[in-house]
């Protein structure tokens, strides 16, 4: 009976909690509200206090309880969290307030997850992992637009259009970079920080931070989660999936921390070094992540004579349109001590990256040379043109003006969009492993052969079907919107088309219309960045993975092609 009696009381302070929590999340973002009915400083501090005291009631329940032991991870952490909580009542309200309501998120998730039901929602996201893949998407994108709605994200302490909250949140966590307005001059720093967060979430992969998140709680997962995180990531299962996860993170953290050190000496020169700091880490993080958003109106125009800038930016959106299972091949090629050889799928991404990135030079450098490029030096022309060859098939940054561009670039930049990044990686587009595919079947016809072989490998004809599936459903999916665009907004051919590539392949450039779209051809826009970022393939997969097929075989025959 005494060992009963705290854990009712743990329940009730438990339930108690969670309401706390919510209270403390209107306290953070809806200051303006709460302070127009009373004095927010007092009511900050009496948060403070409430979560504080909650806090050591729940630690004191458990100990009381006899559960310190079985939860003795989650006693120590609170415990340790009481400490500096205490000292952050007097100085920081508002940061104990935060770090508070992420302890209660944390465990909410973990309870809804794995308790609630016997466990039973985790169980059923992870028996169809398409659809967990869509729904996370779709749950990200909700918290979001509700953090980019509050009047804290905005500098004008406004509520932001829901329209226009869902555009960047989804733009953000599907790494698109359009933009409905500036977001350097239109939300505060915890707006810009939202955005960011999105970013990389969006960059990392829904699934591989559910996953990891899993691990983390303890629960094994099931074959299916397993054998999507592996597709997902492009690997085979020479590596355990905690390994895979943690390699991921790793090489994430690394490139991005590089990639700001790098920037710091350009930013550096023209900013305090706290913004330096602040605009290297959000530029790194959106250039590997292949977001295209920038903190400066005009994107990086102002750089396109910085040499160190072009070269690091262009490197990260490389680094993270090959792939991670391609970093990760390239790294055990030349840093393991056997000898390592690189996989097919990496030979394939590699050289078709290349090819395409030659490609787009050259024909941004032909196009553009007496047009946005007129007047411009030998070297900045080299530049620019390295520059959005490397930009336009992912990640949406500009260094020259894409309003004024001529329509052999508009036509080049579609075509770059369209191929876009590689599976597995954090940019979309039909991917370069699918043009290969398709590039190496019409080679294989033209030489009578009935196999597709390269780099001395025979690639299975399952591959070919699953490119030119994805290829049709891509084209038409992008007809359709194009399409209802067209009739939707007034404007050219051209910049609809372009726009519409851009949203599916999850690029991010536009020829200006982007905040001028009607709030329907928002939404085409936004169900166009979702579908891209996701996969159609994936969407399909979704609906089908429970349909029983039957074993029937028929009679073949063969029609008439060309």
Not at 167 to 190: E, H, K, P, Q, Y
Not at 225 to 231: C, F, Q, T
Not at 310 to 336: C, E, K, M, Q
Not at 535 to 561: C, D, H, N, W
Request: net charge positive; hydrophobic share 55%; glycine share 6%.
């Amino acid at each position: 009976m005494a060992k009963a009696l705290p854990g009712r009381y743990l329940r009730n302070i438990e339930r108690l909690a969670y309401l706390i929590a919510l209270w403390s999340f209107l306290v953070l973002f809806f200051e303006t509200i709460i302070s127009y009915y009373a004095p927010y400083q007092q009511v900050e501090i009496y948060t403070a206090i409430a979560n504080l005291l909650f806090l050591g009631l729940s630690t004191l329940a458990r100990l009381l309880g006899g559960k310190a032991l079985r939860d003795n991870k989650r006693v120590m952490f609170d415990l340790v969290l009481f400490i500096p909580g205490v000292i952050l009542l007097f100085f920081q309200p508002k940061i104990l307030i935060f770090l508070l309501l992420i302890r209660q998120t944390y465990f909410f998730l973990q309870y809804l997850l794995f308790r609630a039901m016997e466990g039973k929602l985790f169980k059923l996201l992870s028996d169809n992992p398409p659809v967990s893949l869509m729904l996370s998407f779709a749950l990200v994108i909700f918290v979001g637009t509700v953090l980019l709605m509050l009047p804290s994200a905005s500098v004008l302490h406004r509520v932001t259009a829901p329209i226009d909250a869902l555009f960047i949140a989804t733009s953000a966590t599907c790494v698109t970079g359009l933009s409905v307005f500036d977001i350097g001059s239109t939300l505060t720093l915890m707006g810009q920080l939202v955005v960011l967060l999105l970013i990389q979430i969006g960059g990392l992969g829904i699934m591989t931070i559910s996953t990891a998140f899993a691990l983390i709680m303890g629960q094994r997962l099931t074959l299916k989660l397993e054998n999507i995180m592996y597709s997902v990531m492009g690997k085979d299962r020479r590596l355990d999936i905690f390994q895979l996860l943690k390699s991921v993170v790793l090489v994430t953290v690394i490139i991005e921390l590089v990639g700001a050190t790098l920037l710091f000496f350009v930013f550096s020169q023209e900013m305090s070094p706290a913004q330096a700091i602040y605009h290297s880490i959000f530029h790194s993080v959106s250039a590997f992540c292949n977001a295209g958003f920038s903190l400066f109106t005009d994107s990086l125009t102002h750089y396109v004579e910085a040499p160190l800038l072009n070269i690091v930016i262009t490197l990260l959106i490389i680094l993270g349109g090959v792939g991670f299972a391609v970093i990760i091949d390239l790294y055990h090629r030349f840093f393991s001590r056997n000898n390592h050889q690189l996989s097919l799928h990496s030979k394939i991404v590699l050289s078709t990256t290349a090819a395409l990135l030659l490609v787009g030079f050259l024909g941004f450098f032909w196009a553009e040379y007496n047009n946005t490029m007129a007047g411009f030096d030998l070297d900045k022309r080299l530049f620019s043109s390295w520059f959005q060859s490397v930009s336009s098939r992912t990640a949406g940054f500009d260094t020259i003006a894409f309003e004024h561009i001529s329509p052999a670039t508009v036509l080049t930049c579609q075509a770059l969009m369209f191929v876009g990044a590689s599976p597995g990686s954090t940019g979309g587009g039909m991917k370069t492993t699918t043009l290969a595919l398709l590039v190496i079947s019409v080679i294989s016809i033209l030489r009578g052969r009935r196999e597709l072989t390269v780099f001395n490998r025979k690639i299975p004809m399952s591959n070919l079907r699953e490119a030119v599936a994805l290829l049709s459903l891509i084209t038409f999916i992008l007809l359709i919107s194009t399409f209802f665009l067209l009739l939707i907004e007034q404007k050219t051919f051209s910049t609809v088309a372009f726009e519409a590539i851009s949203a599916f392949s999850t690029c991010g450039l536009s020829m200006g219309i982007t905040p001028y779209l009607s709030n329907l051809g928002k939404l085409i826009i936004i169900l166009l960045m979702y579908i891209g970022r996701i996969g159609p393939l994936t969407m399909i997969y979704a609906l089908s993975m429970r349909k029983v097929q039957p074993r029937l075989s028929f009679a073949e025959e063969k029609v008439m092609i060309g």
